[in-house]
T-cell receptor, first 115, second 110 residues
Framework: NAGVTQTPKFQVLKTGQSMTLQCAQD?????MSWYRQDPGMGLRLIHY???????DQGEVPNGYNVSRSTTEDFPLRLLSAAPSQTSVYFC??????????????FGAGSRLTVL | SQKIEQNSEALNIQEGKTATLTCNYT??????LQWYRQDPGRGPVFLLL?????KEKRKERLKVTFDTTLKQSLFHITASQPADSATYLC?????????FGKGTRLSVIA
């Protein structure tokens, strides 16, 4: 079982460039989400999805886009990278987003540096 | 405003002692609370989930309490070992999505 797979593990971008962080899960989970983790700030939710075709914004969505065309994949797009988006990004999934059953499985993380 | 706070950024204890980590929250009414462990360079890993009507939950050397009156959860590691050194995160389950605290970095010193 691969669980939650994130690619790439490391990426360096220049300001203004765009890129996509990939996230795939093989557990048939309905719920998927993206967090960023910064020193002293903890995990902050960017976007989440409760099923294919459904996405919603989290706490810090500006500068990021997501789509959920399949159950397995939930890519995160940076439209025009800024130094403030330098962070470690985690994708997480759970069988369902319903309260009491929303136990998350996290990917290994993607470390992004924007110069 | 809604807040979730973990008692300290870092906690150092001697091997063999009991580590106690605190998670306090305001303006939430979670029905469930979760604890995760995160090692450096890795994603968080789920440890325990406790329901509001459960006072206590145990798993091996781990114990979690949940006091909805005090709006507090305590996370205990008994007979702590250097391998328990990690960052521990609490998360409130207030319907989708989870809300995480900033974490407490625990160091167990041999």
């Amino acid at each position: 079982n691969a669980g939650v797979t994130q690619t790439p593990k490391f990426q360096v971008l220049k300001t203004g460039q765009s890129m996509t962080l990939q996230c795939a899960q093989d557990m048939n989970h309905e719920y998927m989400s993206w967090y960023r983790q910064d020193p002293g700030m903890g995990l902050r939710l960017i976007h989440y999805s409760v099923g294919a075709g459904i996405t919603d914004q989290g706490e810090v969505p500006n500068g990021y886009n997501v789509s959920r065309s399949t159950t397995e994949d939930f890519p995160l797009r940076l439209l025009s990278a800024a130094p403030s988006q330098t962070s470690v990004y985690f994708c997480a999934s759970s069988p369902t987003g319903r309260s009491g059953a929303n136990v998350l499985t996290f990917g290994a993380g993607s470390r992004l540096t924007v110069l | 405003s809604q807040k979730i706070e973990q008692n300290s950024e870092a906690l150092n204890i001697q091997e063999g002692k009991t580590a106690t980590l605190t998670c306090n929250y305001t303006n939430y009414s979670p029905a469930y609370l979760q604890w995760y462990r995160q090692d450096p360079g890795r994603g968080p890993v789920f440890l325990l989930l406790i329901r509001e009507n459960e006072k206590e939950k145990r798993k091996e050397r781990l114990k979690v309490t949940f006091d909805t009156t005090l709006k507090q959860s305590l996370f205990h590691i008994t007979a702590s070992q250097p391998a328990d050194s990690a960052t521990y995160l609490c998360a409130l389950d207030v319907n989708t999505p989870l809300v995480f605290g900033k974490g407490t970095r625990l160091s167990v010193i041999a």
